[in-house]
């Protein structure tokens, strides 16, 4: 599918599965313990998460080069682009407020499972629909 973006460990690309549009995350291989403890710290993470605002992790899979793959619910632009970026939504002061109490709430679930989040910031903060899904547990 199109290359939604890329990271430090890999590339974001957008899917299908069961005729839903899916985000498909490739991890980069391996090169190191550092990389493996980072890529089964989000997968881990990732599967305990059952909250709105959070991205989900539907399951994961081997590529044909046997790359590990997350497949993802598919969301928008993260929150820098939509409020700095050339096609940038605008909010009244209601929706900026809804929209920061659904990041206290995701966080707040967070740490009541002992999960701090680590690399929070408005490129990991996704939307859909005007609505934040926190992502990038690694």
């Not at 391996?30 to 998460?49: A, G």
Request: glycine share 6%; aromatic share 8%; net charge positive.
């Amino acid at each position: 599918g199109r290359r939604l973006g890329y990271g430090q460990f890999g590339e974001v690309y957008e899917g299908w599965y069961h005729n839903h549009k899916i985000a498909v995350k490739v991890l980069k291989e391996c090169e190191n313990e550092i990389h493996q403890t980072y890529v089964d710290r989000e997968i881990s993470i990732q599967k305990m998460l059952h909250h709105p605002n959070c991205l989900k992790l539907y399951g994961t899979s081997l590529t044909d080069t046997n790359q590990v793959a997350l497949i993802m619910e598919l969301a928008g632009k993260n929150m820098k682009a939509c409020l700095f970026g050339a096609d940038r939504i605008v909010l009244t002061n209601e929706e900026k407020k809804q929209i920061l109490l659904q990041i206290a709430h995701a966080i707040a679930y967070l740490h009541s499972k002992s999960i701090i989040h680590r690399d929070l910031k408005l490129e990991n903060i996704l939307m859909i629909n005007k609505k934040p899904l926190l992502s990038d547990f690694g």
